[in-house]
Structures are given as C-alpha cells and as structure tokens.
C-alpha cells in the first residue's frame, strides 16, 4: 500500500510532464461535438474547433482538438449545433439601426391606425415642442388603406389631431420616403411655396396643400430641423448619444450572429467615433465604414487619402470604401428609377437621387484615392446608368474591373440585357434577400408580370453568370435577422402566403450560406481573415440552434442564434 501511495503520484507527474512536453500551443477556448461548416475549401466540415487569441487554432474532430485543452481553456459542448463563420452584414446602416432603437419602432405595425396611436401616446409623454421620430412604417404592408389618401400614402391629417403642438417625423421602412405633421413641416420651413428640393419631392394634395409626405432628399428637409432641434446639446451630451447609437447598434447585431457589418455612408465626424472608439476598445463589433457621399468632394481628397485604413485596432475598423452613392429611391415610394413607367402610376419612372454627374464625379475620385465604390441603385435603369458609368471608367483607365472590387447595392430590378454585365465587368452585386420576401406582395402591382419574372431580384441568375452576389438587411430597413434572409434567399416565401416569389432564383443552402460569409468578407477586401474558418483566420464564430443547411425550410426562421464569438471572446451567449 506504501509503494503504490509513492509510485502513482510519480507515474502521473512523468505523464503530465510528457503530455506538457509534446503538446502544442493551448486553446482559449474549444467548440466541440458539432457540425462546425468552415466554408473553406481545404476543410469544408470539422466536429470541433480550437481557438488562441483571437484566431482559429485549428480544426478536425474531438480527439485531435482534445490535444489542445490546458487547464484554463473553456470549453463549448455544442451538443449537436451548427457552428459557422461569423455572419457578415454586407449592407446596412450601422447608426441609424441604433437611432431607430432610440426612437418609435414600426416596423411590422398593421395599420396607419396603430401608428397614430403609438405617436398619440408619445407626444403625451413629451413636453410641448419635443419631437416624436419613429420609423418602419410601409404603407403597403398595412391591412387596410387609411381614409385619405395621396399617391397611395396616407395624409398627415390624423397626425396633426393627436399632436397638434409635438412636432412628429416618421421615417418610411425604405428610408426613402418620410411622413411629417405640421408642426414639423413648419419647423422645417416646408410652407405652400416651398419648391422641390433637387433628387426629391414635396407631396402635395389636389389644392396644392403639403400632405406631410416627403420622398428622397425631401426628407432631409426635416432632418435637418430635428439636428437643429438638439443645437442646445452640450458637446459631451452629443457624444454619449452617439456612443449609445454605437453600443445599442453592436448589441443588436451581435445577439443575431453578426461580428463584421458594411457600414453604408458614414460621415467623416461619425468615421472618427468608430475610429476612438476602437482605439479605446469600446468597439464592440468589426466596421467595414463607408465614406458618405456628401463627404467626397475635389477639396476633402487629401482627407479621404488621410481617411483610408485597414484592420485598425485589431481589424476592428477599415475604411477604405466609398458608399452608398444614392441613384435612385425605393421600389414602395416608387422612386426606383424604372426605364418604363410603373403600372400603377402612369407616367412615374421614379427619381434620379444624385445626378450622374456627380455620380462620375464620386467615381473619379474614389479610382484615384484606391478607394472601393459602392452605389445605391434598386430600378433597371439606375442599375444601367450606374453600368454604364461602370464599364467608361474602366475602359478609360485600362483597370480591370473585378479588381476594384466595385459594389452596386440592391441590384434588384434588372432589365435582361444588364444582367450578364456584372459579371463581365467584374461587378459586385451587393443584394439583400429579405427584400425580395418583403416586397413580393406588391412587386407585380408596381412592375407587372412580364419585368419581375425577366429581372426583379435575380440573384441566381446572376451567381451562375459568374458574378459575385452578397447577402445583407438593410437595417433598419429591416430587422438584422441573417436567418429571416437567409430564408429567403432559399424558400423566396412570400410572407402569409404558401405561395413561392420567383421560385426559380433561389439559391441553394451552401450558397446562401457563402453569401453571407465569404462573399462578403470579399467584398471588403478581407477574404483572408474573415468569411471562413481556417487556422490563422480570424476566429468569429456564430453557432445556431438548428443545422439551417439540413433541417426544413420553415423551421429557418425559429432557429436561434445561442453565441456569438467575436476574436475569441463570446459576446453574446443566449441566456
């Protein structure tokens, strides 16, 4: 009994000499007994995953991961779950998704009656002259049509009732249109004799009165008053505004997979609270920012050569895009600029936002500051225009197309002839999936059969021609739900119906997936470190309730994401 008291504390202290010995580098944290999708080509489908710092380790099963367990390592028991790149959202609105947390959400509301309740409710909350700001209301989503109407929208009549003194902004779902009562077109100078703004329109009534409705640049006609509205602010005051945008932003995106987000169309002020804040690591997410266009001019060219970064702060930051360059509107406040009038307005082909001389303008410039362009347009001709413009520059400069990397977002309504030309020219095309579940009740009404079967939201079409497609929200156009996206870009289920929206372009699982993993980190330049999960990539990491590659379609939607790890560290753990 002695000797064995002596001999076995000796046999497994030479053992853990000789297990400390031969291992390797320990894991910080392990994700074991899974299905762990890498979408890398060398090592599609791993069962555990090793991760040091804040990169992939390695990858293979159990027992070859178990080799990399020290005693400080934490472990993930997946218990069967799906592990896959960190999702990436390659387009959205990364402070107006944390504005539109700050202010009514509408998104989804039934009717302009449950609206006008909800600001009924609010101004009675607010002292006299605080302004009530929503957004998310769809005028073509509502169950029924509100009493008054102009141009299909409804007027600001019952807004003026419930808030005759509290000036009331509500931002349309697309962004592209607004609805103001008139304490607020008052605030903004929006009188009987107030011309249309350039790239926008004032919405008046038969008698030439303003209907609160205000399409495109318009709208900024109001924002500017709610800016001016908040003058009397402290600096300090401004900035912790902000920095909440920021963090209520990242806490969203990373409670739904997201670690990396394409920021469209940020200011060169907002560019620097990205940049203190992940200098300080209070950046809670990956930023891939892109400079507004309002801020490229011929005069801050020296400052966009300043501007340009990548991977700042532990690849917290890069800027070194330009977007979104706004051609056209919406297809729901038909402002998409159509080559043929709308089937249900005759005569209206939508708005040209930017003129395409400042188009070129912005374009020049980005090709000779290296920077990537990325340019808004939804109609078949903003998208030809945009095309057009495209194909000159690159043919003027004798520069490959596909290795500028430039994007056009949305790229929904193609005509036939254009189709083929993003793969030709080496054009990204930048698409959201869940708009075309969004808008599929009232695609037909505005475009007819014959334009939305030839061309709306064609992305199968346009991955097998050999163009890059990504995948994204547009939030806050709409919720930053990779998976309700992901759904759609495979079942193209029109909402409340069993019915299918142009089955024929949807993409398969493992494509839907690349969409929106690697597709995008290559539309940021970042394909190296982001998109896949290989050793020495970066380890963002999203695991899910459900395997979405296998389990049935509608049960897409009801799964969840359970963790979100972003450079090694859980940022989110479902409680």
Known sequence: ???????????????????????????DLVLKNGTIVTMAEGQPEAEALAIADDTVLALGGADEIRTYEGGETRVIDLEGRLAVPGLIEGHGHFMGMGEAQMQLGLLGTPSWDRIVAMVDSAAAERAAGNWVQGRGWHQEKWAETPARTVRGFPTNDRLNEVAPDTPVHLTHASGHAAIANDAALEAAGIGPDTPDPDGGTIVRDAQGR????????????????????????????????????????????????????????????????????????DLDIRLYAMVSQREVTSETQDSLAAL???????????????????????LGSRSAW?????????????????????????????????????????GDRA???????????????????????????????????DISRFANEGVIASMQAIHACSDAPYNYQRLGAERVEAGAY??????????????????PVEKIDPLASFHCTVARQVPGADTAFTAEEALSRRRALQSYTANNAYAAFAEDEQGTLAPGTLADVAVLSKNILEVPADSIRRTEVTHTILGGEIAYERE
């Open 308 to 330: 340009r970064t990548t991977g700042m702060h532990d690849n917290r930051l890069t800027v070194r895009s330009i977007g979104e360059v706004t051609v056209d509107g919406a």
């Open 210 to 281: 303003a209907t609160g409705v205000l399409l495109e640049t318009a709208a900024g006609l109001v924002q500017e008053a709610v800016e001016a509205s908040r003058s009397d602010m402290s600096a300090a005051d401004r900035r912790a505004r902000r920095e909440q945008q920021v963090q209520l932003a990242a806490e969203e995106a990373l409670a739904h997979g997201v670690t990396s987000f394409h920021d469209q169309g940020a200011s060169f002020e907002t560019i620097d609270l990205y940049r203190r804040m992940a200098a300080a690591g």
């Open 458 to 475: 064609a992305w199968k079409t346009l991955w097998e021609d050999g163009a890059v497609v990504t995948n994204g929200t547009d939030v």
């Open 338 to 378: 159509m080559l043929e009038p709308y089937d249900d307005e005759a005569g209206e082909t939508g708005i040209n936002v930017t003129p395409m001389e400042r188009v070129r303008e912005i374009a020049e410039i980005a090709m000779e500051e290296d920077y990537q362009l990325a340019v808004h347009a939804i």
């Open 383 to 417: 998208n030809r225009e945009t095309l057009d413009l495209y194909t000159d520059l690159f043919d003027a400069s004798g520069v490959d197309g596909a290795s500028l990397r430039w994007r056009i977002e949305h790229a929904q309504h193609l005509h036939p002839d």
């Open 1 to 27: 009994m002695v000797l064995r008291r002596v001999v076995l504390p000796l046999c497994l202290l030479v053992l853990g000499l000789c297990a400390a010995c031969s291992s390797g580098p320990t894991a």
